[in-house]
């Protein structure tokens, strides 16, 4: 496991982490005779919304090439890649967002004709397009799941790994969502546990997350003690039983996923790389791999 360095911008590094793993695929299969998908599902908006007022001016003051730099999204930055994917696909649900994402076509009107959009859900989206048989048509590409909190499900991981020919880049909710869902004493609410359910695609993970309490420790009832648990299971150790998990759908994953961290130092995400196709899995599992390391 890595951690993005203290004091680093956590968006910067997704970013950045995204625009060399497509540089480098680009170059790799370029000599290749498949057709190259790049899927946005949660596109947003094409680029950056500034998070605060501060930021904005902060942004104003950068008048050069960098302040544009900085205000690039993942679809701006997946379009500027050279050489160019033979597809893209942008995923947003929502109108607003969508609605500037579609103005993409026009600022790259060398790639309009390359450019799909869909306003929906990504889930149902992802589930049409890997219903299809990559392999048979001879389709590969790259897949970034950048959604808000926790809403991915396994379901979609799995139609993913399905394709053989895709890889993915997600962002795990580790910190924004998981970690405060699972509590102490192992009281979550229905609903919640129920969206644990979905995002690990099994209820293993209470087992995994949790230990009864030492019999000195349990309260009693009519003398009898009650069974009680604790959580037992740290941000790294939630993080690494994910991994695991992707790991018995995709023929690799990078075993460095990187810890995204606010200003505070309090991890947000977890960046995660998984490869779809076994014949690519030493290169591409080399390049994520490199990619997510930190001194
Ligand atoms: C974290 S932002 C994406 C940022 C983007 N990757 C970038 O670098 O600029 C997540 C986006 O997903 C959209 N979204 C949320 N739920 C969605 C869903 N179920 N399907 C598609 N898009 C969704 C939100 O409207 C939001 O624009």
Known sequence: LSRQQFGGNWTEEKLQS????????????????????????????GYRKPRSAKEEVLIKQLVDEDSEEFRKGSATIALEISPSFDKYIFVESDPKNFAELAKLKNVHSRLADRITLHKKDAAVVIKELCSLDWIKLKWRGVIFLDPFGMNVSWQTIEAIAKTHALDLWLLFPLGVGVNRMITKDGKIQEAWREKLNILFGTNEWQQEFYKPKEPGQLKLFNNNPVRQLEKAITLEGI???FNERLKTIFPGVADNPLMLTNSKNNPIYLLCFAVGNPAGKGPALRIAQHILRRK
């Open 18 to 45: 995204l625009r060399k793993y497509l540089g480098a695929y680009m170059t790799v299969m370029k000599k290749q005779p498949f057709q190259t998908f790049y899927i946005d599902a949660f596109a947003g908006t």
């Open 239 to 241: 993080a690494l039983y």
